[in-house]
């Protein structure tokens, strides 16, 4: 699957009118993540889990395709509330909620929500009586990135006595969700919480609940993450046809959130320091862990580095520019020699890392501008054009 990737020259014409460090976000790559997991997911609906980019651009686009905002706080709910996104294409997808929270769902009209223990089942019939309600299940899985199961999710077999507390509290016990971790590479997760979740739907209704709704949440990887070693086409078909196989009257939707915005955004940044220490180069940048880089530390990430130049290739560690000992990028990656001044692209970034950002040390928060509001998309989408109409009258005259 094509990824959003700057050229070397569209990098250093944006750096001719944007001071660096700065981001370029494509709401078209969103788009078309979008569209792919509509495609090979036909029987899930999608709530984007705006916790990994809530760039407000991003959010329009993906409210206008017509999905659904997995939500976490007060916070998110209104900034989709201010974007004119409603209550009903929300969920207070977070296990453990606060007043704030609470209060912000009962006023936008946010009325589904999850929760993994009893400790909330008060907190939510509070604030919104009658609200609809899905307990989390811990699931196991030992190929995820990020693994989320420690931490939420109620043992399967505590599952059922939490929903029928709920709707002894008045609330509307309508299903169950689990998510697998992030970044997960193997089907086997989900095949395994499909089936532990179908018997407990057929153990629900034995005892009178009626549940309607699947939240599978997300961990699906970034489309195309080099050495992915996975086929996210392959993968989501085979979850598809377990979920049509497995709940075929059911609402089941995911959480998707690095998925459809991972590979939608590159960083510009430049190089304002060059050393030699430890018997090689060292070239500082004017962005680190503490800004968009954010996700190296928080996310588990690397984020894929590209230099431009031509001569000999050395091994060399790049750094941040704060005043931090832990504020390295990259070591020992082979790249041309790097002059300050000099631009460095890097990819796939972003999920996890603006999200994460901060001022430490006073350094500000690096911009995003969109991809499609810039004169190097429109050229670039006319250089395209103009190629395939040369290609298609090429064809015609082979055919001749």
């Known amino acids: 699957m094509k990824e959003f990737h700057l050229s070397e020259e569209e990098m250093n014409q944006l750096a001719e009118r944007y001071e660096t460090p700065f981001l370029v976000a494509s709401a078209t790559q ?59 294409r929300m969920i207070y997808a977070n296990p453990v909620k606060d007043r704030r929270g609470l209060r912000e769902a009962a006023a936008i009209g946010v009325r589904r929500m999850t929760f993994d223990d009893a400790s909330e089942i008060a907190k939510m019939a509070q604030y919104v009586p009658g609200a609809d309600v899905l307990v989390r299940v811990a699931v196991r899985n030992n190929k995820a990135l990020v693994d989320l199961n420690t931490k939420f999710g109620a043992p399967p077999e505590q599952a059922l006595p939490l929903l029928l507390q709920a709707r002894e509290a008045g609330l509307n016990p309508i299903g169950i ?3 697998v971790g ?13 089936i532990l979740c179908r018997g407990l739907f057929q153990q629900a209704a034995e005892l009178g609940l009626a549940l309607t ?51 939608a955004m590159n960083l510009v940044t430049t190089v304002i320091g060059t050393k030699e220490r430890q018997g090689g180069p060292w070239y500082i940048l004017d962005e680190g862990v503490y800004g968009a880089l954010s996700g190296i530390i928080f996310d588990h990430w690397s984020y894929p580095l590209h230099c431009f130049g031509t001569g000999e290739r050395r091994k060399a560690t790049f750094a941040g520019p704060s005043c931090d000992g832990i504020d390295v990028l990259y070591r020992d990656v082979e790249v041309p020699a790097q002059q300050i001044g000099d631009h460095v692209l890097i990819t ?30 429109r050229a670039r989408s006319e250089r395209e054009a103009q190629a395939a109409r040369e290609a298609a009258q090429l064809a015609e005259e082979e055919v001749v």
Not at 39 to 52: E, L, N, S, T
Not at 241 to 255: K, Y
Not at 350 to 377: H, I, K, M, Q
């Open 30 to 88: 969103v788009e078309a993540n979008y569209r792919f997991m509509r495609q090979h997911m036909p029987h899930v609906g999608i709530y984007y889990a705006m916790k990994a980019n809530p760039t407000p651009q991003i959010l329009q686009h993906v409210a206008a395709l017509g999905a659904c905002f997995d939500v976490a706080s007060a916070g998110e709910m209104a900034q989709l509330a201010a974007l004119g996104v409603v209550g009903e």
């Open 177 to 179: 969700c689990f998510h």
């Open 182 to 194: 992030s970044q997960s590479l193997s089907t086997a997760a989900y095949e395994e919480a499909l």
């Open 213 to 263: 709704d699947l939240d599978i949440g997300g961990g699906f990887p970034v489309p195309a993450r080099e050495g992915l070693g996975v086929d996210v086409a392959a993968m989501m078909a085979t979850i598809d046809r377990e979920v049509a196989r497995l709940f075929p009257d059911t609402a089941v939707w995911c959480e998707p959130g690095r998925f459809m915005c991972g590979n």
């Open 348 to 377: 796939e970034i972003g999920s996890y890392s603006t999200v994460s950002a901060t001022r430490f040390n006073g350094f500000s928060l690096a911009p995003v501008l969109l991809w499609e509001d810039l004169p190097e998309s």
